[in-house]
């Protein structure tokens, strides 16, 4: 099976090439990596042209992460589909390998696993785990979701039900996986291990705007989709977060 690995990228320099790098270790022979860079400023561009043999990359304007994404998907001549963000990196070279695994063994659409978030100073340093869960449907009812930066789903997915919406900027993630998997009820499989290390989230992630921006997008996402959470749902959604700081790693 032939994977498809999308980073979207703008003005990353100062982490890019260790991205780049995490995704060219992996074991997993038949992967396809593409780079949408959003016309950076930096040495982005510079760096991306160094791997320019081992990777497929376009740098031009875009706009926003999910048209940029929906680039990465529409090119991607992949089965499988994944992301990885231009300041993270897989945790080892089996990542890959051992997604593929899952979904062969499980004869699933879609592979969720773990995140582990690292100080960005002090990359050794874990400081939050997102342990995601057996998955359970009706775990959306309460807030639940999969951490999309370790969601991988077979392209055909994209095709039947649609790409990212690129009228939202900070939930589109959440919107794709709801629509997919809690509208359409895609097959879906957990593997309990480390998928992903990102460096925990700056200023814009923590702030009260932000927070407010992405309660409104999550409420669209529901209602967009002809479906009705509970009262609580959304509020559940950002409060799980704090569970995540005294969570470890098996």
């Not at 706009?63 to 993270?88: P, R």
Request: proline share 4%; glycine share 6%; aromatic share 14%.
């Amino acid at each position: 099976m032939k994977v498809s690995i999308i980073t979207v990228s703008f003005n990353s320099a100062k982490t890019i090439r260790q991205t780049i790098e995490s995704v060219l270790a992996q074991d997993y022979s038949d992967i396809e990596y593409i780079v949408i860079d959003g016309n950076s400023k930096d040495e982005t561009v510079e760096i991306l042209k160094t791997f320019q043999n081992k990777i497929k990359f376009i740098s031009e304007p875009d706009k926003g992460i999910y048209d940029a994404m929906n680039k990465g998907v529409k090119i991607a001549t992949g089965e499988i589909i994944g992301t990885i963000g231009s300041d993270d990196f897989y945790p080892n070279s089996q990542v890959i390998s051992n997604v593929v695994k899952t979904f062969l063994q499980f004869n699933t659409e879609a592979v969720y696993g773990d995140i582990q978030f690292i100080n960005p100073e002090d990359i050794h340093t874990i400081v939050r785990f997102w342990k995601a869960g057996e998955y359970q449907y009706a775990n959306w009812l309460k807030g639940w979701m999969p951490p999309h930066p370790c969601f991988y789903v077979k392209k055909e997915a994209f095709e039947k039900y649609g790409y990212f919406k690129t009228d939202f900027t900070c939930s589109g993630d959440y919107e794709l996986m709801l629509r997919m998997l809690y509208k359409n009820h895609l097959s879906v499989q957990y593997l309990p291990i480390t998928l992903m290390t990102m460096r925990n989230g700056g200023t814009s992630t923590a702030s009260l705007k932000h927070r407010y921006r992405a309660n409104m997008e999550d409420r669209k996402a529901w209602k967009i989709n002809g479906l009705r959470p509970r009262w609580y749902t959304l509020w559940m959604k950002p409060l799980s977060k704090i569970v995540q700081l005294f969570k470890k790693a098996d």
